[in-house]
């Protein structure tokens, strides 16, 4: 899918690349075994590597606990020096000075810098869903998480547990070395929460978050797809959602028996997202901002009573309304109109009520805006 993606870009933009090498790398049992597989199985292919040192830009298309497996493996190539930015480039152009002989100038025949880009669908950053630990069905995802390596699955809903602060150091090197990272939810996934699948804990501008919604599930004109959908453009935008996502990410779960967990590395239009964000995008010029992530741990009780003031919040964060008064505008018009068919949602309904109250919805900065 990822080949089709770039075959749609070339139609689109009129040019062919010059060479596309396809590296599929899998693994099983634990985040670490997964890694030093998929890292042996790597550098283990000559033509591979060969192809991978000769690259110009570097595409990573992954899903789920994969998404952990991809990131930590990226970290390792950029270390080792089998990928080359302009920060370790620095590093072994020093390292090569130092050991050359006397009078003889280095010269590195890799000069050249090379683009990343990581596409993360359905990624378990937070971890799963937290109620699959104690659910009484949880036995088939069990077995889809490869039995052993579940329990570690969970660890990650905990920001601080050992696997996840191991995580987000290989993130941090990644991010440090110019890669541009796409992370994308399912709407309706039976394994990993929204606010998982996007990362919404780690804040860094060349991250871009994304919701996949499976028409089957849902209608575009759904008013809580559109506020989900508002809400991951007010965190591309580098501002707070002050929590709302995080509290209705539960809510849109699907059924256990279902496949949305499944469906979204099936679409194009996900591939063709990062593929156009990786091209299309700037690098963000001389911004050295660092990944932070902030403390997160799912087995907290969430108090969804706290919606209405996290909507309250969000709305009146005066950069938020310069920016998306308009918006929030119409998803308070649409808000009648809405009918949810289960019991959650419509709880959630009377929570976001209050959106019909704030009649005035800073008209003032919308205003500015016309």
Same mark, same amino acid.
């Given at each position: ?123 378990? !950053? ?5 109620? +699959?630990? $104690?659910? =009484? /069905?949880?036995?088939? %995802? ?118 949305? !967990? ?5 679409? +194009?239009? $996900?591939? =063709? /997202?990062?593929?156009? %964000? ?93």
């Amino acid at each position: 899918m990822a080949c089709s993606a770039l075959e749609k870009f070339e139609d689109e933009h009129g040019f062919k690349f010059q060479k596309v090498t396809q590296i599929p790398l899998e693994g099983d049992g634990t985040i670490e075994r997964k890694v030093a597989k998929v890292h042996a199985h790597l550098l283990g292919n000559e033509q591979w590597m060969s192809d991978l040192h000769a690259a110009d830009v570097i595409f990573v298309a992954t899903h789920s606990q994969g998404s952990i497996v991809s990131t930590h493996l990226l970290d390792q190539l950029i270390r080792e020096g089998h990928i080359l930015t302009a920060q370790n480039l620095a590093v072994l152009a020093r390292a090569a000075a130092a050991i050359a002989p006397a009078g003889v100038s280095p010269s590195h025949a890799r000069a050249r810098t090379q683009k990343v880009c990581c596409l993360a669908l359905c990624g378990i !950053h937070l971890g799963p869903l937290r109620y +699959l630990r $104690t659910s =009484s /069905l949880l036995q088939p %995802y069990i077995q889809y998480f490869e039995n052993a390596a579940a329990r570690e699955l969970f660890d990650f809903q905990n920001t601080e547990s050992e696997v996840s602060r191991s995580y987000v150091k290989a993130l941090q090197t990644v991010m440090d070395h110019g890669t541009k990272m796409v992370y994308v939810a399912s709407l309706n996934d039976q394994v990993v929460p929204i606010y998982s699948g996007i990362f919404a804990a780690a804040s860094h501008p060349r991250i871009l978050r994304a919701l996949y919604i499976d028409g089957d599930a849902y209608h575009s004109s759904d008013f809580l797809s559109n506020l989900l959908v508002l809400l991951i453009r007010v965190l591309n935008s580098g501002l707070s959602d002050s929590g709302l996502l995080t509290h209705l990410s539960e809510a849109t779960a699907g059924t256990l028996s279902g496949v949305g !967990h499944s469906t979204a590395y099936e679409e +194009l239009a $996900t591939y =063709s /997202l990062a593929v156009n %964000y990786l091209f299309l995008a700037t690098d963000g010029g001389d911004d050295h901002s660092a990944l932070t992530v902030e403390p997160f741990n799912a087995v907290d009780e969430q108090n969804d009573y706290e919606i209405p003031w996290s909507l309250r919040d969000l709305i009146a964060d005066d950069r938020v309304a310069y920016f998306f008064a308009r918006e929030f505008a119409q998803l308070k018009d649409a808000f009648d109109e809405w009918s949810p068919k289960t019991s959650i949602l419509r709880d959630i309904k009377r929570k976001l009520q209050p959106i019909q109250r704030l009649s005035s919805i800073k008209t003032i900065q919308l205003g500015s805006r016309l």
